[in-house]
């Protein structure tokens, strides 16, 4: 039972980390340091619940107020911030991270290591009364993940590259409130329970997926740049 778990569990953290790894094929991040990256992800879950449960505590509000709550302070922030956190210890100061698409890279990692433990809890807690909360996480919260570590990628990369310390810090806190805000407003659509709210989670999403491909894209576009730009000049 366990085992089956385990495998519907890690398996779409799994295909999504290949194929970011395989996206990053000019100038591709050492397999150890992604590792890492995975375990952080993984471990950062402990702290996370912890911190959770406190804020939990602190929601006195009710109806709508307490869903906000719920989805934007309680798991939206904590879990975008202990995200950033991983990603600014283990590989932000790395001489591999040396270029822009790789913020997004370890972003995504740790966003995936997160996502593969809390996916494993959900399936013990749940899977015996909805034999599909397994396909649902699969589909809709584990991709979501990913998308979010997009963002923060993205900004972590301009935070790294930035040419001031002002211009920096402004980064390396966007790459927290914009996940979260996103993060947030998933939540909450689904939080509130109304079956109307497909009519707008749906198109949510797609807007999710495309202004992330968009910032994929565009870091994918500057990485074969330089990398064909490094092998002009070696020739």
Same mark, same amino acid.
């Given at each position: 039972?366990?085992? $089956?778990?385990?495998?519907?569990?890690?398996?779409?953290?799994?295909?999504?980390?290949?194929?970011?790894?395989?996206?990053?094929? !000019?100038?591709?991040?050492?397999?150890?340091?992604?590792a890492?990256? %995975?375990?952080?992800?993984? +471990? +950062?879950?402990?702290?996370?619940?912890?911190?959770?449960?406190?804020?939990?505590?602190?929601?006195?509000f009710?109806?709508?107020?307490?869903?906000?709550?719920?989805?934007?302070?309680?798991?939206?922030?904590?879990?975008?911030?202990?995200? $950033? !956190?991983?990603?600014?210890?283990?590989a !932000?100061?790395?001489?591999?991270?040396?270029?822009?698409?790789?913020?997004?890279?370890?972003?995504?990692?740790?966003?995936?290591?997160?996502?593969?433990v809390?996916?494993?809890?959900?399936?013990?807690?749940?899977? =015996?009364?909805?034999? !599909?909360?397994?396909?649902? $996480?699969?589909?809709?919260?584990?991709?979501?993940?990913a998308? *979010?570590g997009?963002?923060?990628?993205?900004?972590?990369?301009?935070a790294?590259?930035?040419?001031?310390?002002?211009?920096? #810090?402004?980064?390396?806190?966007?790459?927290?409130?914009?996940?979260?805000?996103?993060?947030?407003? %998933?939540?909450?659509?689904?939080?509130?329970?109304?079956? &109307?709210?497909?009519l707008?989670?749906?198109?949510?999403? *797609?807007?999710?997926?495309?202004?992330? &491909?968009?910032?994929? =894209?565009?870091?994918?576009?500057?990485? #074969?740049v330089?990398?064909?730009?490094?092998? =002009?000049?070696? =020739?």
């Open positions: 039972m366990f085992i $089956r778990i385990l495998i519907i569990a890690i398996t779409p953290a799994i295909s999504i980390g290949l194929a970011v790894y395989l996206t990053d094929r !000019y100038d591709r991040e050492p397999i150890s340091l992604l890492k990256s %995975f375990v952080g992800g993984m +471990i +950062i879950v402990l702290p996370t619940i912890i911190v959770e449960r406190l804020l939990v505590r602190f929601n006195i009710g109806g709508v107020l307490g869903i906000l709550y719920t989805a934007f302070i309680v798991a939206g922030f904590t879990e975008e911030y202990f995200k $950033r !956190y991983t990603v600014l210890k283990v !932000y100061h790395k001489e591999d991270f040396d270029e822009k698409l790789d913020g997004i890279v370890y972003s995504v990692f740790v966003s995936l290591g997160l996502a593969t809390e996916n494993i809890m959900y399936l013990l807690r749940f899977s =015996n009364f909805n034999p !599909y909360v397994g396909l649902y $996480r699969g589909v809709l919260s584990v991709p979501a993940h998308v *979010f997009v963002t923060m990628g993205y900004y972590l990369s301009l790294k590259f930035s040419t001031s310390e002002t211009e920096e #810090k402004k980064n390396i806190r966007k790459a927290l409130y914009m996940p979260l805000v996103l993060h947030g407003i %998933f939540n909450f659509i689904l939080m509130l329970g109304i079956p &109307q709210t497909t707008i989670f749906i198109p949510y999403v *797609f807007y999710l997926w495309k202004t992330n &491909q968009k910032k994929l =894209n565009k870091y994918i576009y500057e990485s #074969k330089n990398f064909l730009d490094k092998d =002009n000049f070696d =020739n």
